[in-house]
Structure formats: structure tokens, C-alpha cells
């Protein structure tokens, strides 16, 4: 079993940044892929960011030269960075590690883009 646990949602202006983090219970990046979701009311979860074991990044097209996914192998940790944010952004985005048949979720975390 994995636990995910996000945090750094928040609410931030048009414009602002935010940075998303993954604390994943255990050292899980040499195998699992690693993606951020978000899920917009009255949408459906989308696939934002992923960042495979061998670290190559991709991104949704509407989010790419905005937003940066990285991890951190020595704190079993997993980023999102969030520049130039859009209220178009505001969702839940959730954290998830996937291998095989495996397949983990965090709680999602909440984020407002709003003036």
C-alpha cells in the first residue's frame, strides 16, 4: 500500500503561482509514474502532469510553460509548480502513482483562482 498526501492548495489571484506537494508514505519513484489530476465542478478528472520513473515530464496542453512537475527521490516527495495561474486552474487537483496493476489517489487538494 501507498498513501498520497497533497497540500498547497490555496486561493491565489489571476497571475499568481502556487506549488502542489505529494508526500508519498515510501520510496516508490524508481517504479511508479507519478501524475497530478485536477477535476473542475461539473468536469471530468483530467490528466495534468506526469513524471515518469526515469523523470521525462508531460504535460496537458493548456497548462505547458505554466505549471512544472519534479520530485524530490530523498523526501518521497512529488511537485507541482503553478505559474501565471488562470481561474480556468481552479479545481481539485489529486495526486497519483500508478505501476502496473497498482493504482494510488491522494484526498485532492483545493485550488481557487480568483480576483
Known amino acids: 500500500q501507498v498513501q498520497l498526501v497533497e497540500s498547497g492548495g490555496g486561493l491565489v489571484q489571476p497571475g499568481g503561482s502556487l506549488r502542489l506537494s505529494c508526500a508519498a508514505s515510501?520510496?516508490?519513484?524508481?517504479?511508479?509514474?507519478m501524475d497530478w489530476y485536477r477535476q473542475a465542478p461539473g468536469k471530468q478528472r483530467e490528466l495534468v502532469a506526469q513524471?515518469?520513473?526515469?523523470?521525462?515530464?508531460n504535460y496537458e496542453n493548456s497548462v505547458k510553460g505554466r505549471f512544472t512537475i519534479s520530485r524530490d527521490n530523498a523526501k518521497n516527495t512529488v511537485y507541482l509548480q503553478m505559474n501565471n495561474l488562470k481561474p480556468e486552474d481552479t479545481a481539485v487537483y489529486y495526486c497519483?502513482?500508478?505501476?502496473?496493476?497498482?493504482?494510488?489517489w491522494g484526498q485532492g487538494t483545493q485550488v481557487t483562482v480568483s480576483s
Open positions: 513524471i515518469t520513473s526515469g523523470g521525462t515530464t
Open positions: 515510501r520510496n516508490i519513484f524508481r517504479s511508479y509514474i
Open positions: 497519483n502513482a500508478h505501476y502496473g496493476t497498482d493504482n494510488y
